[in-house]
């Protein structure tokens, strides 16, 4: 089956500090990409559609030198968040699709990460 | 505008048997996924309809009404390890994936 793996699973980071978490498919090149973002009780809220070797697309209201997306190869991608603030802690998942024909999207496990 | 919707949260008993409801509207449609997520964990792929019909795999099944747009997931045999969010998913004209809120299933023994 398709793996995507995340790192770090947790962080806990201080204010006005940047966090780089890291998105891999394991064993398929993932063309695209997603990140999501979710709050507790929520449901999955898309922030950004990453494409291999081309600019992010960032979803309305998702601020794009807040949340540094770099699709550098088929197998990885990174979002960065910089200055963190507290307001910014939450769960962040990323995703791949497999096959087009399906859009079936393969979910990475997730990294919470806490600001404090 | 986009909308999805599915119950907030829903109770069964253990062995018993559940459906969950979503409705869309959208701007048209490339599909239907369903996904379950554990507290604090990833979703992970059920289902995926694109006809019409009822998709059966195991103790799920998942049913689709592209004239209704409506869909159920059906939950047979429940366990308690089936306690989850249930998150409706449709992909529209634009291929992208518009999510529900999803549903909170609560199985008590």
């Known amino acids: 089956g398709a793996v995507v793996s995340q790192h770090p699973s947790r962080v806990i980071c201080k204010s006005g500090t940047s966090v780089k978490i890291e998105c891999r498919s394991l064993?398929?090149?993932?063309?695209?990409m997603f990140w999501y973002r979710q709050f507790p009780k929520k449901s999955l809220m898309l922030m950004a559609t990453?494409?291999?070797?081309?600019?992010?697309?960032?979803e309305q209201g998702v601020e794009k030198d807040k949340f540094l997306i770099n699709h550098a190869s088929l197998t990885l991608s990174t979002l960065t968040v910089t200055s963190a603030h507290p307001e910014d802690s939450s769960f962040y998942i990323c995703?791949?699709?497999?096959?087009?024909?399906?859009?079936?999207?393969?979910f990475g496990p997730g990294t919470r990460l806490t600001v404090t | 505008g986009q909308n999805i919707d599915q119950p907030t949260e829903m109770t069964a008993t253990e062995g018993a048997i559940v459906q969950i409801n979503c409705t869309y509207q959208?701007?048209?449609?490339?599909?239907l996924f369903w996904y379950q997520q554990h507290a604090g964990e990833a979703p992970t792929f059920l289902s995926y309809?694109?006809l019409d019909g009822l998709e059966e795999k195991g103790r799920f099944s998942s049913f689709l009404s592209r004239s209704k747009g409506y869909s159920y997931l059906l939950l047979k045999e429940l366990q308690m390890k089936d306690s989850a969010s249930y998150l409706c998913?449709?992909?529209?004209?634009?291929?992208?994936?518009?999510w529900g809120a999803g549903t909170k299933l609560i199985i008590k023994p």
């Open positions: 998913a449709v992909i529209d004209s634009n291929y992208q994936l518009i």
């Open positions: 995703s791949a699709n497999l096959e087009r024909e399906t859009y079936e999207q393969y």
């Open positions: 959208t701007s048209g449609f490339n599909g």
């Open positions: 309809n694109v």
């Open positions: 064993d398929f090149q993932a063309t695209t």
């Open positions: 990453s494409n291999e070797g081309s600019k992010a697309t960032y």
